[in-house]
Structures are given as C-alpha cells and as structure tokens.
C-alpha cells in the first residue's frame, strides 16, 4: 500500500517538472533567466560595431550574419519541407547577377535590384521545381544539383547576353559609387546592420510558417509524402510555395553579398561549394529548429574563417575537412542538430526521474 | 571537318565506355541498398593516388601496382560500408536521405585531405600508353582510351557473370530484388552491403587507373566523373548494368558532340539537360528495374 503512495508521488514530480518546463518555453524557450540573457544578447550583438572596429572582426561577423541567413533561408524549403536542394547557390547567382546587371546596365538602384533578383530567383525555382518537386529523395537532389550546374557552366562560357556584358569567367565589378541610394558604404558597419536586418526577417517568416497551416502541411509532406497526398494534401503546391520564398529570400542574400564585396563571378557566387555550405549549417545546427541553421553558423564559420587565416597556405581545404567531419559527426550522434540538444537533455532528465522509483 | 567529328564520335564513345564503368559500382549500390554513395568519385581519386606513390614512391612498374590498387580498393569500401551501416540501418525506418549527406560528408573530408596531404597540382603518370595514339584512315584514336575500352568491356562481362552465375552474385541480386524475401532465406544482410560496396569501389578503382595515360591526378578529379555517372545510373535504369553501359556511351557521345558543335562548357550542359529531360520523361531509365 504505502509503496503504491510513493510510486505516485515520484511520478507526480517528474510531470511537475517538465510541465514546469514546458509552461515558460516560448519561442525563445527556456525560463525567465534565459529569456533575460537573450535579451542582453541582442542587446550586445546590436552595439558591437560601436565598439569594435577592427575590419577583420567585422567582416568575420558580416560573414558569419550572412552564411546565417542564406541558410536560414535554405531552410524553409531544407528542412521545413524537407527537400534537400545541393543547388541552391544558383539562386545567390541570379540574386548577385540581376542586381549587379541592372545597376551597371540601367543604373537601377541595387535596393530594387536586390528585390528584382528576389523574385527572379523565385520565378526560377518555379521552373525548376515543376518537373523537380515530382521526383522525390535522392532524384530531387540530383536534379538540384543538375539545374545548378548547369547555371553555373552557362555563366562561365558566356560573355554577354543581349545588352548583359556577363563577362564569362572573368566576372563582374559592381562600379564604385559610394552611398546609401547605391547600396554602397565606405565603413563595414551598415552592412553588418543590413545583414542582421534580413536575418531577422528571414527568421521571422520561418517562424510564422510554421505557425500557419502551411507550416503544419509542410511537415507532413516531410515526414511521410505518400500518407499526406493520401490524406488530400496538395502536396506539389506546398513545396513549390516553400521552394518559391526560399529561393527569393536566397536572391536577396545574393544581392547583399555582390555589394558587400563588389564583385560578382562564378567561382564564388556560384557552385557547388556553396550550395554544400548552405547545408551544413542547418544539418549540424538543426533542421527542424528556426534557429538551427544560425546555430550551425555560428560554430561552423568562424572556426572556418580562422582557420583559413590562420593556417593558409599548404592547409587549404582545412575548413571544408572541418565541415566534412561536423557533418558526419552531426548525422551520427547529433540527428536534430545542435538544436535537438535541448530534446535530448529534456528526455534524459524525465527518464532518470522515472528511473529513481 | 567530317573527320574531326568523326574523330572526337569515336573518343566520345571509349570515354563513355569508362564513364559506364565508374557508374557500375555505383549502380550496385543504388540497386543493392538504394544506398546514394556520395563518396564513389573519392575513392576512384585516391586509388589514382595511391598508384601515385606506389610508382614514385616505392618505383614499381604502373602495370605491376595494379594488383595492388584492387585490394586496397575492396578494403577502402568496405571500410566505408562499415562506417555507413548504424546510419542506413536506423534510417531504414524513417527512409530519409540522411545516407547521402553522410558520404557527402565523408567526400568532404577525402577530397580535401587529400588536397592537403598531396597539394592542388597536378600529377601524371607516365606509361607505355601515355600519348600513343594510332591511326585508322585518318582518324587519330588515343591507344589509352582504346585499351581503357576494351578492359571495361571485359569487367563489364565478369560483373554479368558474377552477378547472374556466382552464389554471392546471386545473393546480390535477391536482396536488390526483395530485401525480406532475401533475409528470409538467409541472405546476411549486412555482409552484402559490405561486400556491395567494396566491389563497388575495387570497380572505380580500376576505372581511376585506366584513365591515367590520358587523364591528370588532382584532388576533384572524382567529382566530375560522380557526377556523370549518377547521371547515368539514373539514365540506363537503376540495377540495370547493360543500362549503365548503354547509358554510359550515350553520355560520352552527347559530350563529345557538344564540345565539336560548342564549347566544353556547353558540352557539359547538354550532358545535363539530358539529364533532366530523361528524369521528367522517364524517371525510371531506359532499362528500368531488373538487376540484370
């Protein structure tokens, strides 16, 4: 009799505690604590370039923001529906050539140009996802890759376009004209502002697609497509729509960076480098997570950035061996990314209470 | 002009025939566990290493280190099927493409290793094959690419042979066909993924060393040639090793026809558009399910 009383009372405190748990999780989970230090976070990461200016320190935050976001954005069609694109570097190309051509052609300001390269790349993925979104897994990915490539080969070889003097191999120089109107800036910090702004965004829009019943069909159309369909889902609309806001935000990136280094060619802008960077980030951070792909970001390219300077010379590649083992490391104990961690320590905590009976 | 295109037809097609040979390997894969093996253009790079150092390092005749290649071959992709297995038996379930991801990963870490360890140049090897070419009315053919022919056309035979003749072979195609059916009758699973996989990549290995009289060694020298051949697996059908041949020279011909009309580039184009026609077409490839 009094062992069944205790055994209840075990019982009542694990559920305590994790309900208690659950109760102040939010979008920024955790309890009050948390919620204050990530105030105190944002806080900081807003005043930093007031007190830091050394350009190595921020061109490595610039670029951390920025492998943040385009992978942020990666991940609304990555992870939220679950197609993995290995080709999504030809829509920071189109997002970096239209603008770039636009403003050294026509003297469009790169501000339009950035939302003009926004929605062509979605016009693309339009085009590429109506024969590709049929296929699934594996064929899916190859087509990516194909359509990405083949982008890429184009803008080698070609040299101009009509009016577009694209240049081929040689690349583009965005010209120099200093100002806001021009989207260009003497000091590093504006960018850096520019390219937290987008982040926010880009997190804001995941975060309610989630919440929308996109979100909801999305998930089902990545956990089991068959049953979805079966279940009346238009599945086909729910990953193209996915595929179009993730390949237009990816086109903004594309502007961004073409104005932050003034220079646009294929090796950089293009290929298939930075369509596999695009994806580790949200593999090791967590794909599921909003803030996954920032996590992955944030351990992964400033350890890369460093040791590409660092080590230079005979060691390059030394990053990408880095990426290479982050990803293996990630699949094979990390399955929900950094993100899951949380999961995991919450699961381990309910189950050794259970175990204390 | 007739005969230029004649010329580069015919090296079109034994270049294709050597594409069909990286791509075997990776069609058992793909038929055997519907394993995406990401890192078959790694392996077929190191073993064109490996024979690097085996002739400079340790001065034996390239002709002599092939016996060494093809263990060393088997044991890197049994390895690898080694590495592999706790993630496609726990993705089994979920069926997601975690497996591909992973051999990415692990192409990653090969590929740049190995640019680290040898450095980005170039290497060649110079064999009795080297820039021979003989000439037929005309046409100059590159004796390398002729002999790298023939020898695919034979372990193309001896891969038929194994797979419909040999116990294991037959073992091979039991679990592509109906993976319970085959651990009903006790197939043991794991050991023909094992085994797969490393005649997968003994396979591309003897493929990396066919194309050194005629080829360069570099770090991504792999990728272009995984590329193609994922591209064929798909074209010629999956499990479908006459597909694999067939579809292996119909991408040498259309490369070699772009480069006569374009460019390189745009050859490498066509080779994809291909591509992409054949998987909104046909998805299932010329020659479909069969691993025959």
Request: net charge positive; proline share 3%.
């Amino acid at each position: 009799m009094r062992r069944r009383i205790n055994h209840h009372r075990e019982t009542d405190t694990a559920n305590e505690t994790s309900g208690r748990l659950q109760r102040y999780s939010g979008v920024l989970g955790g309890t009050g604590i948390s919620r204050l230090i990530t105030a105190i976070l944002i806080i900081v990461v807003l005043v930093i370039p007031v007190f830091v200016k050394n350009p190595f320190i921020l061109h490595l935050l610039i670029v951390t923001v920025f492998y943040a976001y385009i992978s942020s954005s990666w991940n609304i069609v990555g992870g939220l529906a679950g197609q993995i694109s290995l080709g999504h570097s030809v829509y920071v190309g189109i997002g970096a050539y239209t603008s770039t051509l636009l403003y050294s052609v026509y003297g469009v300001s790169p501000w339009i140009g950035m939302l003009a390269g926004g929605i062509l790349a979605a016009i693309v993925s339009l085009i590429i996802s109506y024969p590709c979104l049929r296929l699934q897994g594996v064929y899916y990915t190859l087509a990516t890759i194909a359509f990405a490539e083949t982008f890429r080969l184009f803008i080698f070889a070609t040299e101009r376009i009509g009016p577009f003097h694209i240049k081929a191999a040689q690349g583009l120089l965005v010209p120099l004209r200093i100002g806001f109107i021009n989207y260009q800036f003497v000091s590093k910090a504006p960018y850096y502002y520019i390219i937290l702004v987008l982040l926010a965004v880009v997190l804001t829009v995941t975060h309610v697609i989630k919440k929308t019943k996109l979100g909801f069909y999305l998930v089902a159309v990545r956990e089991n497509q068959s049953v979805a369909q079966a279940l009346g889902i238009n599945t086909t609309t729910r990953k193209i729509t996915a595929a179009a806001i993730s390949a237009f935000f990816t086109g903004i990136g594309g502007t961004f960076f073409a104005q932050y280094i003034l220079m646009v060619d294929p090796f950089t802008i293009l290929g298939i480098m930075l369509s596999v960077t695009m994806v580790i980030m949200p593999i090791v951070g967590g794909v599921y997570s909003t803030f996954g792909p920032l996590l992955g970001t944030l351990i992964l390219v400033p350890i890369s950035e460093l040791t590409t300077s660092f080590l230079g010379g005979r060691f390059i590649g030394f990053n990408v061996v880095l990426y290479g083992i982050a990803i293996v490391v990630a699949i094979y104990f990390l399955p929900q990314g950094l993100a899951g961690i949380g999961e995991i320590i919450r699961t381990r905590r309910v189950r050794t209470m259970d175990a204390e009976k | 002009m007739g005969l230029l295109v004649v010329q580069n037809l015919i090296a079109g097609v034994l270049i294709g025939c050597v594409y069909g040979l990286v791509s075997v390997g990776l069609s058992l894969l793909f038929g055997v566990m519907k394993f995406v093996n990401f890192a078959h253009g790694a392996v077929m790079m190191l073993s064109m290493y490996f024979m690097l150092i085996v002739v400079r390092l340790m001065k034996i005749d390239p002709f002599i280190g092939i016996i060494f290649v093809l263990p060393a071959s088997f044991f890197v992709g049994y390895i690898l099927a080694v590495v592999c297995e706790p993630i496609v038996i726990r993705e089994r379930k979920t069926g997601s493409h975690t497996a591909l991801l992973l051999t990415l990963g692990l192409s990653l870490i090969i590929t740049n290793g190995a640019q680290i360890v040898f450095g980005p140049e170039f290497y060649n090897i110079e064999t009795v094959l080297s820039g021979q070419t003989i000439v037929l009315s005309g046409v100059i053919i590159n004796v390398g690419k002729l002999v790298a022919a023939g020898i695919t056309m034979v372990i193309f035979c001896l891969v038929f042979i194994f797979l419909k003749f040999t116990d294991l072979g037959r073992a091979v195609r039991a679990v592509s066909q109906d993976m319970d059916s085959a651990l009903l009758m006790g197939v043991g699973e794991r050991q023909i993924f094992r085994i797969g996989f490393g005649i997968s990549t003994s396979i591309v290995g003897i493929a990396g060393i066919l194309i050194l009289p005629f080829y360069s060694i570099y770090p991504t020298v792999g990728d272009v040639f995984q590329l193609k051949a994922f591209i064929i697996v798909i074209l010629g059908g999956l499990g479908s090793i006459m597909g694999t041949l067939i579809g292996g020279l119909i991408i040498g011909v259309v490369e070699a026809l772009g480069a006569t009309a374009f460019n390189a580039s745009y050859a490498q184009m066509c080779v994809f558009a291909v591509f992409l026609i054949i998987l909104v077409l046909k998805p299932k490839g010329l020659f479909g399910k069969e691993l025959t």
